[in-house]
């Protein structure tokens, strides 16, 4: 009986670590650049339709077409010099190398070019964005996080004696 409880136990403390590596894992919401949109805890890629570009959030990379075959560079090549990352369309795509199937997105979001309704990230006023150094919150936000810790609070709590 008491094996089974160990086998039990151990199954349980298992899944909750797996649980926790999981959501650290997952998610990336201060490495995602402010001109990306809000809404999305994690993304692998950004597809900008305007362009038929992508953007590699781990990498910090875009990848574009010159001539038939796929480059990837921190910066845009100059013949998109002016083009307007925080008022264009991005499509997340959770993906790896989705521009290998770029024809597929390509007709599959052709109807959001030129569409300039998503709130990036630098105008939203939500504080886990705040959590991105690039932010225009983000040092006040680390200044207030000290200043809670400072004070004792932990998690929205007052843990100060009285």
């Not at 950004?46 to 921190?74: C, M, T």
């Amino acid at each position: 009986m008491r094996q089974y409880l160990l086998i039990i136990a151990a199954v349980i403390l298992s899944g909750t670590v797996y649980a926790q590596v999981r959501v650290n894992v997952n998610l990336n919401i201060d490495r995602q650049p402010v001109w990306g949109p809000t809404g999305y805890d994690h993304v692998e890629f950004y597809y900008l339709p305007d362009i038929d570009s992508y953007y590699n959030v781990p990498q910090h990379k875009f990848y574009y077409n010159e001539g038939g075959r796929w480059i990837s560079n921190a910066n845009l090549p100059s013949r998109y010099h002016g083009f307007d990352l925080y008022n264009s369309y991005k499509v997340v795509v959770n993906e790896r190398a989705p521009y290998r199937n770029d024809a597929t997105y390509k007709e599959k979001y052709a109807s959001f070019k030129g569409r300039h309704d998503q709130q990036a990230i630098r105008d939203s006023r939500e504080e886990k964005y705040f959590a991105n150094a690039q932010h225009p919150e983000h040092n006040n936000w680390v200044k207030q996080q000290k200043h809670d810790n400072g004070n004792g609070k932990k998690n929205g709590h007052d843990n100060r004696q009285h």
